[in-house]
């Protein structure tokens, strides 16, 4: 069974920088597409980023354009998200997620990780 971890978030400033990391436990990301999400308080989920199992494909929402690089490092078995210049409108729990292979159906999650951006 995959089981993801996030770890990275935390608190920053305006402005400031966090790399979020997603790991696997156990089993291989390679060969599956990945995807950042991320819920704020009172909203709905929503997708940040996504990036296919190699690692030539990488789509972002239109908040996370020019701000925030998804990358993935199959050797290691790790998903990165790399967002800079933060505002406080980025304020929520990030989850990362896999899609089930042969499908686009993200169908494993991670338990979040608070990301509040405050100053």
């Known amino acids: 069974q995959l089981q993801l971890v996030e770890s990275g978030g935390g608190l920053v400033e305006p402005g400031g920088s966090l790399r979020l990391s997603c790991a696997s436990s156990?089993?291989?990301?390679?060969?599956?597409?990945m995807g950042w999400f991320r819920q704020a308080p009172g909203k709905e989920r929503e997708g940040v980023s996504c990036i296919n199992s190699v690692g030539g494909y990488a789509d972002y929402s239109d908040s996370a354009k020019g701000r925030f690089t998804i990358s993935r490092d199959n050797a290691k078995n790790l998903i990165y998200l790399q967002m800079n210049n933060l505002k406080p409108e980025d304020t929520a729990v990030y989850y990362c997620?896999?899609?089930?292979?042969?499908?686009?159906?993200?169908?494993?999650w991670g338990q979040g990780t608070q990301v509040t951006v405050s100053s």
């Open positions: 997620a896999a899609q089930q292979l042969g499908t686009s159906r993200y169908g494993y």
């Open positions: 156990g089993v291989a990301l390679e060969g599956l597409s």
